[in-house]
């Protein structure tokens, strides 16, 4: 069974643009998360989205949204980039949404790099 | 404020020595995850913790839940250079909420 896919792996922007990364959740999962990381905040929570909705969401700014596809398929999209959006963000996904022992399996994630 | 704590932040190490990191917050948890996770890669789970107390173990490693559920720790023994990465522990104060992550240690065994 394939594994989380995150595209694209690597992106250069620079800052006021916007740009859209994807995920494709293991095969029958129905909830993706996304989480964002850099070496000073380390892994952050931004939304969780299960069935097309958005379940759950992190401290971020408007300026972070997301969506889920039909086929489980997720978005997430940043506007009006600044300099401290250059981080990695990885997406998970699982079977359920919620549930102790639910596990989460990561992708490799987007570096993205605002500059 | 971080709402999990990882200490120590850094660890390097020789090759056979043992180690324990650990993991502690002010709140309680339902559950507590390790994950380690590698440069370029994403975390990758070890193991969940659910009951206070409880201890499992996944061949060289033992990951203790704290009695109150507030703390947990991982504990190596005769480290490899194959268990270098970043050492995440995750808590969920129900079964609802949002995954909390801690800032991780990073652990580099020498050979």
Redesign the interface.
Known sequence: KAGVTQTPRYLIKTRGQQVTLSCSPISGHRSVSWYQQTPGQGLQFLFEYFSETQRNKGNFPGRFSGRQFSNSRSEMNVSTLELGDSALYLCASSLYSGGRGDTQYFGPGTRLTVL | T?LLEQSPQFLSIQEGENLTVYCNSSSVF??LQWYRQEP??????LV?V?TGGEVKKLKRLTFQFGDARKDSSLHITAAQPGDTGLY?C?G?KT??????????TSLSVIP
């Open positions: 971080q339902s559950s370029g890669e994403g975390p990758v789970l969940t659910v995440l995750a969920e079964s609802y909420d949002k995954v909390i992550f801690g800032p991780g």
